[in-house]
């Protein structure tokens, strides 16, 4: 079950509609959260991170110098097409239009999904096969796992067609705040049978996003042989604490997750409230790298438009 009301919300997390209102506003990018993830939102807490990650907040109304609708130039790149090829040897599937959950920090808030549609797939194939450089088909969205079982299978099974394709690579928010509709038992059956390595990244904030059932879903796709790693994005008010982000890092170990990276936010229109300083951000990243095993230290990096890879981001540097 999917809540998209704000009175279904303010039930489910014990807060007087009235006040919910009043920190409200309306967007295009309407509320949507999945009961899963609703259920890990402390009741009666305005302040919750997980909260602060779905409510449509009155302070994305203000403008911030700096915030556009398209910060990672995927719109000007590519207004239509649904394979982007921005990296050597990867290339990106737009698999699905739509997300279980609507994350107000979202670059893609502004994406014209739309034009996205399934009947770009064969061209995007068709491409695919002619270009022998590309070795990782990652499939994004949007949420590709909200496909239906039989199109997921489908779209495996063409991908498995084109020889110089070695990795699957799965984006996916689904497995953290939906996770028993990522248990689709012939698509699990059919990614174990399958040829390519097999990569599910997944992505998750806050340690209290995680539970016995994201547990069961994790382990469920490291059954069938895939590596699950973990992205986040840096988040004021979320996970902005170097405490908050050890503990993230070590849940998701005790669950099978290995961190992979910790995002800056792309200034997209809307997200300003969600920006961390720099100088805060790097007392974190310090304190993580002293604290935790270097393989719990999730990199730091920010996708500026044009460059080859994602932008490892140092102390000093000029972010
Ligand atoms: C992030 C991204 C990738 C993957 O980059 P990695 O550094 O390999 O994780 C590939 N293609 C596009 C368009 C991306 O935005
Ligand atoms: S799940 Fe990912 S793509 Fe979908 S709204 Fe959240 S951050 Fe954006």
């Not at 590519?78 to 990296?87: A, G, I, R, V, W």
């Not at 808030?109 to 034009?115: G, L, S």
């Not at 805060?280 to 990199?299: A, D, N």
Request: proline share 6%.
């Amino acid at each position: 079950m999917i809540i998209q009301r704000l009175d279904e919300l303010a039930a489910q997390i014990d807060i007087p509609l009235e006040i919910l209102q009043r920190k409200t506003l309306n967007s295009d990018f309407k509320l949507k959260v999945p009961m899963h993830f609703a259920q890990q939102i402390e009741k009666g807490n305005l302040d919750d991170p997980l909260l602060r990650q779905i409510l449509p907040s009155i302070e994305e109304a203000q403008t911030a110098v700096g915030f556009s609708q398209d910060p990672v130039g995927d719109l000007k790149a590519n207004p239509t097409e649904s394979l982007l090829h921005k990296y050597e040897g990867r290339a990106l599937l737009i698999t699905s239009p739509q997300c279980d959950i609507h994350c107000r920090y979202c670059f893609r808030r502004h994406f014209p999904y739309e034009q996205a549609k399934k009947r770009h797939w064969q061209q995007a194939l068709e491409l695919l096969a002619t270009d022998s450089s590309i070795h990782e088909i990652i499939l994004s969205g949007g949420d590709p796992l909200t496909l239906s079982e039989a199109g997921l299978i489908d779209l495996l099974h063409q991908l498995e067609q084109i020889p110089h394709l070695e990795t699957l690579r799965i984006h996916s928010r689904t497995p953290v705040v939906a996770p028993n509709r990522a248990n689709m038992k012939n698509w699990l059956a059919v990614l174990n049978a399958s040829r390519f390595n097999k990569v599910l990244v997944v992505h998750c904030n806050h340690p209290n996003e995680l539970s016995d059932e994201t547990h069961q879903t994790f382990q469920l796709y490291r059954d069938v042989g895939v590596t699950l790693l973990n992205q986040c994005v840096l988040l004021k008010g979320v996970n902005d604490s170097a405490g908050t982000l050890k503990r993230l890092s070590k849940k998701l170990f005790s669950q099978g997750v290995l961190p992979y990276y910790c995002h800056l936010l792309d200034r997209v229109e809307g997200a300003a409230h969600f920006e961390v300083d720099t100088t805060p951000t790097w007392q974190i990243f310090e304190t993580l790298r002293k604290e935790l095993p270097g393989y719990l230290v999730p990199k730091l990096v920010r996708e500026i438009a044009g460059e080859p890879y994602k932008t490892p981001i140092y102390e000093n540097a000029d972010t």
